[in-house]
């Protein structure tokens, strides 16, 4: 980073307040009667403002290709059944049908149809990793660098390491984001490590309450809110509080799993859970992480986050949805009942991760509403390994930049009409990141705005 950026980057973070503890620094939420971010005097007299955001969750393995669909309607929308747990978000989705990665086309099944999913880079096969950067990271790189994390990058599963039959690498199926063509970004699987990292806590202060650290200083700032935003600081530290109460349980298993690993020399990439120390019940593993992610876009500690639900390949079982067989095996058989049930399971993460942003008042709106939440699949069946065409949904509007409530069908149209990468060209332009190419993508996605 150039002394201009860290410059620019503590001038920014100096016009931001805090909650001060030992050891921590707590982001805060907007509030309406203090200037928690940008100026010290309040802006009454203008509307504030708004970061926008960009979220990604990612599943892989196709999805059920019978029951992920949408209709436009007289009275709205009509969602079929895998998609039913965002019934109550209809008016900020998009379901966005048809587009395709092209260089995840043709090139043999799972890895080379995963490393490039936010990139639409050509992967390279063998022992050197080549692709491109993903659009999590051309978007951080570009609006990042006045935030405390320039972006979040997470994991409900620990990647797997060697070589695919296609002679592709692991890494590409274990792997979303990417900082360049050849370097993944550090994917954080625990819990725990990503929660301190969202609030700088080290050291022995993590067996101290953040909350009661930064006690004193949340009460001088109460006493200079309003009554509405006293109301909303005490809603935003409770849920840090929730939030900080279940990752505690979460830390021993780490301590034990190095234990494990020195006493075995076995890696860890090797373990299963929860001996690898990750929450053996998969289902409070992502809303942790959703959680996690919730607040870090609330305190505007980061802009840009993305969440692998599951790597391609998953080994991830499913015995709360009655479903017998691995995520992988059970993907071959995609016209069950089984995998309609994990597919439904799968657009829960996101309507869980989207309800607590629309329930985060922000402005005149929510913070989902200042938000586009993607949630995106490597290929349509995973009993075909059919790549060409991908699952895509978004849920919310960055701050009026992006049309909502939309069925958009590109099936039809010719594959330079449908590129995937000409969604993030139009992402990433609503976002303030003026591109004029992204991956295979020189111009931005059609009828995007219809």
Same mark, same amino acid.
């Given at each position: 980073?150039?002394? &201009?950026?860290?410059d620019?980057?503590? @001038?920014?973070?100096? +016009?931001?307040?805090?909650?001060?503890?030992?050891?921590?620094?707590? *982001?805060?939420?907007w509030?309406e009667?203090?200037?928690?971010?940008g100026?010290?005097t309040?802006?009454?007299?203008?509307?504030?403002?708004?970061?926008? /955001?960009?979220?990604?969750?990612f599943?892989?393995?196709?999805?059920h290709?019978?029951?992920w669909w949408?209709?436009?309607?007289?009275?709205?929308?009509?969602?079929?059944?895998?998609l039913?747990?965002l019934?109550?978000?209809?008016?900020?989705?998009?379901?966005?049908?048809g587009?395709f990665?092209?260089?995840a086309?043709?090139?043999?099944?799972?890895?080379?149809?995963?490393?490039?999913i936010?990139? *639409?880079?050509?992967? %390279?096969?063998g022992?050197?990793?080549?692709?491109g950067?993903?659009v999590? %990271?051309?978007?951080?790189?570009?609006?990042?660098?006045?935030?405390?994390?320039?972006?979040?990058?997470l994991?409900?599963?620990?990647?797997?390491t060697?070589?695919?039959e296609t002679?592709?690498?692991?890494? @590409?199926?274990?792997?979303i984001s990417?900082?360049?063509?050849?370097?993944?970004?550090p994917? $954080?699987? @625990?819990?725990? #490590?990503?929660? =301190?990292s969202?609030?700088?806590?080290r050291?022995t202060? /993590?067996?101290?309450?953040?909350?009661?650290?930064v006690?004193e200083?949340?009460?001088?700032?109460?006493?200079?809110?309003?009554?509405r935003?006293?109301a909303?600081?005490? $809603?935003?530290?409770?849920?840090?509080?929730?939030?900080?109460?279940?990752?505690? +349980?979460?830390?021993?298993?780490i301590?034990?799993?190095?234990?494990?690993?020195?006493?075995?020399?076995?890696?860890v990439?090797?373990m &299963?859970?929860?001996? &690898?120390?990750?929450?053996? =019940?998969? /289902?409070?593993h992502?809303?942790?992480?959703?959680?996690?992610i919730?607040?870090?876009f609330?305190?505007?500690r980061?802009?840009?986050?993305?969440?692998?639900?599951c790597?391609?390949?998953?080994g991830?079982?499913?015995p709360?949805?009655?479903?017998?067989?691995?995520?992988h095996?059970a993907?071959?058989?995609d016209?069950?009942?089984e995998w309609?049930?994990?597919?439904?399971?799968?657009?829960?993460?996101l309507?869980?991760?989207?309800?607590?942003?629309?329930g985060m008042?922000?402005?005149?709106?929510?913070? #989902?509403?200042?938000t586009?939440?993607?949630?995106?699949?490597?290929?349509?069946?995973g009993?075909?390994?059919? !790549?060409?065409?991908?699952?895509?949904?978004?849920?919310?509007?960055?701050?009026g930049?992006?049309?909502?409530?939309?069925?958009?069908d590109?099936s039809?149209?010719?594959?330079?009409?449908?590129?995937?990468? !000409?969604?993030?060209?139009?992402?990433?332009?609503?976002m303030?990141?003026?591109?004029?190419?992204f *991956?295979?993508?020189?111009?931005?996605?059609? =009828?995007l705005?219809?």
């Amino acid at each position: 980073m150039t002394s &201009n950026n860290l410059d620019r980057r503590a @001038y920014s973070l100096s +016009r931001r307040k805090w909650l001060h503890g030992a050891g921590v620094l707590v *982001g805060l939420p907007w509030l309406e009667s203090l200037p928690v971010w940008g100026d010290d005097t309040l802006a009454d007299t203008s509307a504030p403002v708004l970061p926008k /955001r960009f979220g990604v969750q990612f599943m892989a393995c196709g999805v059920h290709p019978d029951h992920w669909w949408a209709k436009t309607t007289d009275d709205g929308m009509e969602l079929s059944r895998c998609l039913q747990p965002l019934d109550g978000l209809k008016s900020k989705l998009n379901v966005i049908h048809g587009l395709f990665n092209k260089n995840a086309t043709g090139v043999g099944i799972h890895p080379g149809q995963t490393g490039n999913i936010l990139s *639409g880079a050509a992967l %390279q096969k063998g022992a050197e990793l080549r692709g491109g950067i993903s659009v999590d %990271q051309a978007i951080a790189n570009a609006i990042g660098q006045d935030d405390v994390v320039p972006s979040l990058v997470l994991g409900c599963e620990q990647p797997t390491t060697g070589y695919h039959e296609t002679n592709f690498s692991m890494a @590409y199926s274990s792997h979303i984001s990417w900082q360049n063509a050849t370097s993944p970004v550090p994917m $954080e699987v @625990y819990p725990s #490590l990503a929660f =301190d990292s969202l609030f700088e806590n080290r050291g022995t202060q /993590r067996n101290k309450s953040i909350l009661d650290r930064v006690k004193e200083d949340a009460s001088s700032l109460a006493m200079r809110a309003s009554a509405r935003d006293k109301a909303k600081l005490d $809603e935003y530290l409770t849920s840090i509080r929730e939030v900080e109460k279940r990752i505690q +349980r979460q830390r021993g298993g780490i301590d034990k799993v190095r234990e494990k690993v020195e006493q075995s020399g076995q890696s860890v990439f090797q373990m &299963n859970r929860p001996d &690898n120390g990750l929450p053996e =019940d998969i /289902r409070e593993h992502m809303r942790l992480m959703c959680d996690i992610i919730a607040l870090a876009f609330q305190s505007n500690r980061t802009r840009v986050a993305s969440l692998l639900l599951c790597r391609d390949i998953s080994g991830l079982f499913y015995p709360f949805l009655d479903v017998r067989k691995p995520h992988h095996l059970a993907s071959h058989d995609d016209g069950s009942d089984e995998w309609e049930r994990v597919t439904t399971y799968y657009c829960s993460q996101l309507a869980y991760l989207a309800q607590k942003l629309d329930g985060m008042q922000e402005g005149q709106g929510t913070v #989902l509403d200042n938000t586009c939440l993607m949630f995106v699949n490597n290929m349509w069946s995973g009993s075909k390994h059919d !790549s060409t065409k991908v699952p895509l949904l978004t849920v919310g509007g960055l701050g009026g930049k992006l049309k909502t409530g939309q069925v958009l069908d590109y099936s039809k149209k010719s594959d330079h009409e449908r590129k995937l990468c !000409s969604f993030y060209l139009s992402i990433m332009n609503r976002m303030d990141v003026q591109a004029t190419a992204f *991956g295979d993508a020189e111009t931005p996605l059609v =009828d995007l705005d219809a």
